[in-house]
């Protein structure tokens, strides 16, 4: 019996084999040296303050943030991700701006994707605080 082949696109392979990714925007794959570059972006059009919850629509600026990932065959791959900043609307919250976060993806301040983190940290608690020995 011959299987049949399926056509999949850039975006459907890298959804299956990124699923965390699945909801952004892809700009490209990039091989650079020993690194895979993933550029991304998000789509959505509204965000919520994480200080006071007001959502909000109006964007501030936006910016491009470097996420370290799990590897793929052995080589570092590092996620490109445009995100956005917003305008809190509300007057009594302390933030003025924000920027939005990319759910199962990022967390504040991360320079490593949540998968990544887990992983880490599973190593982490693994070798209990020991130093490679």
């Known amino acids: 019996m011959i299987a049949s082949i399926a056509v999949v696109s850039i975006k459907e392979l890298l959804a299956v084999l990124f699923p965390h990714l699945a909801g952004l925007g892809f700009d490209g794959v990039f091989r650079s040296g020993r690194s895979v570059r993933i550029h991304v972006r998000t789509g959505t059009v509204e965000a919520q303050c994480p200080a006071c919850g007001c959502p909000s629509r109006r964007v501030h600026s ?11 065959n052995g080589q570092e791959t590092i996620i490109h991700l ?3 900043r917003f305008f809190c609307h509300n007057e009594s919250c302390p933030k003025k701006t924000f920027a939005e976060q990319v759910p199962g993806l990022t967390s504040r301040y991360g320079r490593h994707s949540l998968a990544l983190r887990d992983v880490l940290r599973a190593v982490a608690l693994a070798l209990a605080g020991r130093a490679p020995a």
């Open 62 to 72: 936006r910016y491009v943030r470097q996420l370290c990932d799990m590897a793929i």
């Open 82 to 84: 445009q995100v956005r």
